[in-house]
Nanobody, 121 residues
Framework: QVQLEESGGGLVQPGGSLRLSCAASGSIFSINDMRWYRQAPGKERELVASITKSHSTNYADSVKGRFTISRDNAENTVYLQMNSLKPEDTAVYYC???????????????WGQGTQVTVSS
């Protein structure tokens, strides 16, 4: 079994900051790309940021310059530092990772359960 567990969501005022964490645990041989998605009410899930095992990153245009994705390969953890938050950042944030459970097995995309981020005064 593999689990991704997010933490760090909550309520924050516009202009504030939050740091999300997502830890992968269980039977893990290797983790490739890790990502953060978000889904606002009534909208489709969208990719926010991604990071490769070698720490190359990509961001959605809407969060560039405000959000920073990072990872700790030794701890199987990915982070999302969110600064200058706006009401339109309000959503459930999900982490996603490509994981190989053992040598020779296929890569499989795992999802966390999501954490709510609400930006409101």
């Amino acid at each position: 079994q593999v689990q991704l567990e997010e933490s760090g969501g909550g309520l924050v005022q516009p202009g504030g900051s939050l740091r999300l964490s997502c830890a992968a645990s269980g039977s893990i041989f290797s983790i490739n790309d890790m990502r953060w998605y978000r889904q606002a009410p009534g909208k489709e899930r969208e990719l926010v940021a991604s990071i490769t095992k070698s720490h190359s990153t990509n961001y959605a245009d809407s969060v560039k310059g405000r959000f920073t994705i990072s990872r700790d390969n030794a701890e199987n953890t990915v982070y999302l530092q969110m600064n200058s938050l706006k009401p339109e950042d309000t959503a459930v944030y999900y982490c996603n990772a490509d994981i190989k459970r053992r040598l020779g097995s296929a890569w499989y995309a795992y999802w966390g359960q999501g954490t709510q981020v609400t930006v409101s005064s």
